[in-house]
């Protein structure tokens, strides 16, 4: 389980350096696949995980790819990317690193953490998604990093719980699939409506 949260990782680091909306559909599609192998690496197998994998497999790395690809290549090429990452973005990065370690030695005395390395790879994803939030312009990079941000709570989950109750799984998944429905809509919405995929372009709509 420990290499399927570190390709999260990854993909979430790699989400918040690439500029191309049609890498970060790709990084999504593989934590979904990660995120797969992590549930069938969990337990011993049967149905119930079964179909919970299948499930993760067919939303995470199949549905939500697909419908933010449909989104993107409805654009023109210079909607595609996203602005680069600002220079405090990276400095950033590193401190929630850091202090992603940090709260992981913390809590180590305590007890409440069944893996360690899967603590550390979910929490600083979860610091990563939010930097990426804060960070980018792009309507489909919101979109992507709170994906990335509920992949992540997935590690950090079973990171403490060891193992998510199926009811859990299967409702996660339910309530994402249908935010990122929705989200996708919107986005397409915006860039029709505004001509534009930068939602800083839209702060004069609170005027």
């Known amino acids: 389980m420990a290499s399927a949260a570190l390709i999260v990782f990854l993909a979430s680091v790699g989400l918040l350096i690439v500029r191309n909306v049609w890498y970060s559909v790709l990084l999504l599609g593989v934590e979904g696949v990660a995120l797969c192998g992590m549930v069938f690496l969990s337990g011993s197998a049967n149905l119930e995980q079964f179909g919970v994998g299948a499930a993760t497999l067919v939303i995470k790395a199949g549905i939500i790819p697909y419908a933010m690809y449909r989104v993107v290549k409805e654009w023109p090429l210079e909607y595609r990317n996203d602005r680069p990452l600002p220079w405090w973005g990276f400095v950033a990065g590193v401190v929630l690193l850091l202090s992603a370690t940090r709260v992981n030695h913390l809590l180590s005395a305590t007890g409440v953490i069944q893996n360690h390395t899967l603590f550390f790879y979910g929490l ?39 193992q998510l109750p199926l009811f859990m799984e299967f409702g996660m998944l339910i309530d994402l699939l249908v935010a990122v429905v929705i989200l996708a809509w919107m986005s397409r919405l915006v860039h029709r409506q505004f001509n534009t995929t930068d939602v800083t372009v839209m702060r004069f709509l609170r005027r």
Do not use: D, P
Request: charged residues 5%; without cysteine.
């Open 124 to 162: 600083a994803s979860i610091f990563l998604g939010f930097l990426q939030i804060v960070s980018r312009q792009h309507v489909l990079s919101q979109v992507g990093s709170l994906i990335a941000v509920e992949n992540a709570l997935v590690i950090l989950a079973t990171s403490v719980a060891g």
